[in-house]
């Protein structure tokens, strides 16, 4: 919407003028946010939303399908949280944000907020460069049972920390120059409170960490984040740490 332009196969190209809200088709839609308050609905499809550098309320929500919130442009660094359906910062101001199940930070130290007792789906996190912080919540009395849904962080770099449940993880770097996952953290539980436990994978050339929750404490982990140094790296969509 910046360029005021729209393009496909199927209507051309077009320009536009004094639109603030638009709805999508069902493709895989690439869309991106103007000056000024928008409302932007993607429906069926996986799309992308840009968001812009307006300072302004806009709305923008996913829909259906595998959705991409994308918020590159940002250098003072972002506070998505999920809880609250709410992405803000000093340069993109305060937006409204439903149906996106990847997200991409900017170059500042950027907060993501997730409560995994309430989300109904597997999340990506892209954080970006800067100090990235993933926040993912969970009260003793709150889950979804049996769901075990597997999220993702793709770019887990030192400085970055992983907060699951009051436990606390970063990537230390070590003296042979090498970077390791490790538990920084954990607080003091009751008996009764929920289960977290850390583990490496590997597989292959492919290495990667597990933090994975047992709320009910019954050997079912109901959710667990993946994490991975340099994300996503070849055609296959296979994580490859360099």
């Given at each position: 919407m910046a360029k005021q332009t729209a393009s496909g196969s199927?209507?051309?190209?077009?320009?536009?003028?004094?639109?603030?809200?638009?709805?999508?088709?069902?493709?895989?839609?690439?869309?991106?946010?103007?000056?000024?308050t928008q409302d932007i609905a993607a429906s069926d499809g996986n799309d992308t939303v840009a968001v812009a550098l307006d300072r302004a309320a806009d709305t923008f929500s996913g829909?259906?399908?595998?959705?991409?919130?994308?918020?590159?442009?940002?250098?003072?660094?972002?506070?998505?949280?999920?809880?609250?359906?709410?992405?803000?910062?000093?340069?993109i101001g305060s937006n409204n944000i439903s149906g996106f199940e990847n997200f991409i930070g900017g170059s500042g130290d950027d907060t993501f907020h997730v409560d995994a007792g309430i989300?109904?789906?597997?999340?990506?996190?892209?954080?970006?460069?800067?100090?990235?912080?993933?926040?993912?919540?969970?009260?003793?009395?709150?889950?979804?049972g049996s769901s075990q849904l597997v999220h993702q962080i793709l770019d887990f770099l030192v400085g970055d920390e992983l907060v699951v449940a009051d436990y606390h993880f970063q990537r230390v770097m070590e003296t042979d120059g090498h970077s390791r996952f490790e538990k920084v953290y954990a607080p003091e539980l009751d008996d009764d409170e929920f289960i977290v436990r850390m583990r490496d994978v590997h597989t292959g050339e492919m290495q990667y960490a597990v933090v994975e929750v047992d709320r009910d404490k019954d050997n079912v982990f109901e959710f667990s984040v993946e994490v991975f140094e340099t994300g996503f790296a070849n055609n296959q969509g296979l994580p490859v740490l360099a």
């Open positions: 199927e209507i051309g190209d077009d320009r536009f003028a004094g639109i603030e809200m638009v709805v999508t088709g069902s493709g895989d839609d690439h869309l991106t946010d103007g000056d000024g829909g259906a399908g595998e959705d991409l919130l994308d918020l590159s442009l940002t250098t003072d660094g972002v506070i998505v949280d999920l809880e609250n359906s709410i992405a803000s910062g000093d340069e989300v109904d789906a597997a999340l990506t996190f892209t954080g970006g460069s800067g100090d990235d912080r993933f926040e993912f919540e969970l009260d003793a009395g709150s889950g979804h």
